[in-house]
């Protein structure tokens, strides 16, 4: 199959209706943002997204600088500490599609994935995109992000073919899969 290439591309979820719901199993909870969870995120960040690097900018960048917002849109994955070891956002999308939220910066720390963790975790992000008024969402992944990409097409979420590179990405994904490929009917639509 020769060097994988990993492309930038998009997902969308056309409606926020039917929602898998997922226990967060014990003894892990997840809760919103808190002041100081800034620092949180930078470190699940810096060890669990390996394509991208973060600074002190990197979350003001992505978020703003309103607190309120924070605390309205953003999640915490905790241990039986109360540490956190996974964050995801229901952000809004900053193209005028208002009644479209963003799933933004879904991460669990390596030491937490393998527990059953990121369904819960997506499941309370799009509850709260709906929750907020959305009635459909979008996301940015990659293709190097195979388990991320099968998480997210399990939710719903369908390729968005926007160019040619993203057809290409696409069907390059539905490569890899395989067999695996016939569980998510939206990559079979991809011509």
């Not at 992000?125 to 097409?153: D, F, I, K, Q, W």
Request: charged share 25%; with cysteine.
């Amino acid at each position: 199959m020769g060097e994988q290439k990993n492309v930038t591309v998009r997902m969308v979820r056309p409606n926020l209706e039917g929602i898998p719901q997922h226990e967060v199993p014990a003894p892990f909870s997840i809760r919103r943002y808190r002041p100081g969870d800034e620092a949180a995120w930078m470190r699940i960040h810096e060890v669990a997204d390996i394509y991208n690097t973060f600074s002190e900018a990197t979350f003001a960048r992505e978020f703003g600088n309103d607190p309120a917002q924070w605390a309205a849109r953003q999640h915490y994955l905790c241990d039986a500490d109360g540490s956190a070891v996974g964050t995801g956002t229901a952000w809004r999308t900053s193209d005028g599609m208002g009644d479209c939220g963003l799933v933004h910066w879904i991460a669990i720390h390596p030491d937490a994935q393998g527990k059953g963790l990121s369904k819960p975790l997506l499941a309370a992000v799009c509850n709260r995109l709906r929750e907020l008024g959305h009635t459909r969402a979008r996301l940015t992944t990659s293709t190097g992000r195979l388990p991320a990409l099968c998480l997210y097409m399990g939710f719903g979420f369908v390729p968005a073919i926007e160019t040619d590179e993203a057809r290409s990405a696409w069907r390059a994904v539905r490569e890899r899969l395989g067999d695996r490929a016939g569980r998510y009917p939206a990559l079979g639509e991809i011509g």
